[in-house]
């Protein structure tokens, strides 16, 4: 049995090494050809728009650049923007922090509130045209400053509600650092909704991937419509709550409303000595990789998380395979014992109680 | 008996049994419904109503809702003001161009992706992926420092460009659409194309584009419609940082609408009040009533367009 196995492994192996020296076909090598024909345009894009900028970038963010008649005058400093950034910026450190927690509360805010609206979407009810209608508003007019515009002038917030009341009842509980953003969460309650029109579409055409008689028969085997929800539902719409929560989190970050950005733009073109295209540059870089880190964070969160019943599958496999270890241990030793004792018993020196000794 | 068999009813009609849902869980459905619904439109209504406010029925305090006459005038002047025709005729050119540019380039490069193997697949993925979480700003500067070594800057082909050659704003999610798309036609319908003899462009153009008909739906739209709502990138490339140009959009417009309109206010003749809020609420609906009536007309198209294309098989 081991010996067949080995075996395979071992032609397993040669036919890998073989299919490594062999060439592609013709037919292949054309497809390949054609393929890459058809990427060219992509191909230049991102040489030209992307790798160039992004390089380049990196280089300006090293320099300080002062822009004069005869052209762009490039003077090394190292990491010298950087730490000028983190040191010596009034408002970057202020804006990024910011930024870092109202982008940390109001995330999970969007994307379940997405999610219960699309589920209510998804039910049999009248007028789902019309409601749907409404729902998908925000994804034509949200732009920067119509919604600067909506909030200077109060109506981002709807007066029915009593903020002020929710924020003082937020602040006379949580520390302050936590509960400021809380509050201004909650105080742009209607922009923060608004930004969930994308979500509501994404997770609508989810739910109505789900097979409908999964539900039935969760029905008949007596599951209720919550059991249904954490069951059935919500591992069925993992992949979308990360594609949501990435999209909402790309999109507050490429918003123009955000005023890190905007603190961007501001000190790319100011005047003064030490600011300027290196200094943005700086101040991007420094941004980027905050979104990337925080993409990748919740990435990691939403991700790790595996099936409920792969779990109980992989854990059952473990145990049983921990359990033929033990066995076959216990049968090897057991073997060994009575194999020693028989040789002990012909040379003719052994009474019932020496079996286990051995030493002599 | 009689009552038990009333109270057996009432029961079944507030919590529903197996195959109807009850009344009460419709009723709360219907409520959030409508009341999340409210909260959507409100700033709507808001913008409406407080637009065609006179000054006198904002200052009036017993006044909230409804103005006490019909006043068109503050679109009149925040028209004016915004130069509304114009910008208007440039907001559709500036969304439309790239638009068409981008439906070309990402349809072709989606195809590719989902019809094709060739080595270095999953970089060109990682690529497209990472360029979509990348901030815009880490490109920003060297790319106008670029754009104005070309000599396109404050030019529309700022915009057409990178739009070309499928590094267009937003043009990740294009390409992933349409990759979603073309993977799903059948590749036994390719194959027969081959077979009767066409070559692979051949087969591109005539079975694969003619049956993505609902991916260039959605994927126009969409375009359109972030490209119109984009004012960070339009100021910088197309409008200019100090409005040296020409080009404008409503958008931009509605963000420099204090500046543009003291300045119409100095040489309007007569009848120019001073900047209010109706003035302002008529400016903001102003520059999105276009989008508003797109919408309404194909409303039906942004609906489904997900669900069509499949964005989210992934």
């Known amino acids: 049995m081991a010996e067949t196995k080995k075996q395979t492994r071992a032609e397993k192996k040669a036919l890998k090494e073989r299919m490594k020296h062999l060439r592609s076909g013709k037919l292949e090598k054309r497809y390949a050809r054609t393929g890459f024909i058809f990427m060219i345009p992509w191909f230049i894009g991102a040489a030209v728009f992307l790798a160039y900028p992004l390089g380049s970038s990196f280089w300006y963010a090293l320099n300080n650049i002062r822009i004069t008649p005869l052209g762009r005058i490039f003077n090394f400093v190292g990491h010298g923007n950087f730490t000028q950034i983190l040191i010596q910026d009034p408002d970057f450190m202020v804006y990024l922090v910011d930024y870092l927690t109202s982008t940390i509360i109001s995330v999970p805010i969007i994307v379940v509130f997405a999610l219960l609206i699309a589920m209510m979407l998804n039910m049999k009810i009248k007028g789902k045209g019309f409601f749907r209608l409404i729902f998908f508003l925000p994804v034509i007019i949200v732009s920067g400053p119509i919604l600067g515009m909506l909030n200077s002038q109060g109506a981002g917030s709807v007066s029915a509600i009593d903020t002020a009341a929710l924020s003082g009842a937020i602040g006379s509980v949580l520390p302050e650092i936590i509960a400021k953003p809380i509050s201004d969460v909650f105080s742009n309650m209607i922009t923060t909704l608004w930004y969930s029109g994308v979500q509501i579409l994404i997770f609508l055409s989810g739910l109505q991937k789900i097979d409908k008689s999964m539900y039935e028969a969760a029905k008949i085997d007596g599951g209720s419509g919550w059991e249904c929800f954490w069951k059935i539902t919500l591992p069925n719409l993992r992949s979308m709550i990360l594609l949501n929560t990435i999209y909402t989190v790309v999109f507050i970050s490429n918003n123009s409303e955000n005023p890190i950005i905007g603190l961007i733009k501001d000190s790319m073109f100011s005047g003064t000595k030490e600011k300027g295209y290196g200094y943005a540059s700086a101040m991007a870089w420094l941004y980027s990789v905050v979104v990337l880190i925080l993409v990748g964070l919740f990435a990691l969160l939403l991700m790790t998380r595996k099936d409920q019943y792969e779990k109980q599958v992989k854990r059952a496999m473990k145990a049983r395979k921990r359990e033929t270890r033990n066995k076959k241990r216990i049968e090897r030793r057991n073997r060994r014992n009575a194999r020693r004792i028989e040789q002990q018993r012909a040379k003719g020196r052994i009474t019932s109680h020496t079996t286990k000794r051995d030493d002599y | ?314």
């Open chain 2, 1 to 314: 008996m009689r009552e038990r068999f009333t109270r057996e009813k009432i029961h079944r009609f507030m919590f529903g049994s197996k195959d109807r849902e009850g009344f009460l869980k419709q009723f709360v459905v219907y409520a959030l419904l409508i009341c999340i619904g409210f909260i959507y439109v409100y700033p709507i209504l808001h913008m409406v109503s407080s637009s065609l406010m006179t000054l006198d029925d904002l200052l009036d305090s017993s006044i909230k809702w409804l103005p006490s006459s019909l006043n068109f005038s503050n679109y009149e002047q925040a028209a004016k003001s915004m130069d509304f025709w114009n910008a208007l005729w440039q907001s559709i050119v500036i969304a439309g161009v790239p638009t068409i540019c981008n439906l070309i380039s990402c349809s072709v490069t989606g195809y590719a992706l989902a019809r094709y193997d060739f080595p270095g697949k999953k970089i060109v993925f990682g690529v497209i992926i990472l360029s979509f979480v990348l901030p815009s700003q880490i490109t920003m500067i060297p790319t106008y420092v670029l754009y104005s070594n070309l000599g396109i800057l404050n030019t529309i082909w700022a915009f057409i460009l990178p739009a070309m050659f499928a590094q267009g704003f937003k043009a990740p999610i294009f390409i992933l659409i349409f990759w979603q798309f073309f993977r799903q036609i059948p590749k036994a319908l390719i194959e027969a194309s081959r077979i009767d003899g066409a070559g692979h462009f051949r087969s591109f153009f005539r079975i694969a584009l003619p049956s993505a008909k609902p991916a260039f739906i959605t994927v126009a739209l969409f375009s359109f419609v972030w490209y119109w709502n984009e004012s960070y990138l339009t100021e910088l490339y197309v409008h200019g940082v100090y409005g040296q140009t020409e080009w404008t959009t409503l958008v931009v417009q509605l963000d420099n609408f204090a500046a543009n309109f003291s300045s119409y206010q100095q040489t309007a003749t007569a009848g120019a009040t001073n900047l209010n809020e109706s003035i302002n609420m008529s400016g903001t609906l102003l520059s999105i009533l276009p989008l508003l009536i797109l919408y309404f007309v194909l409303q039906r198209h942004f609906v489904e367009s997900i669900d069509r294309t499949g964005i989210t098989g992934e």
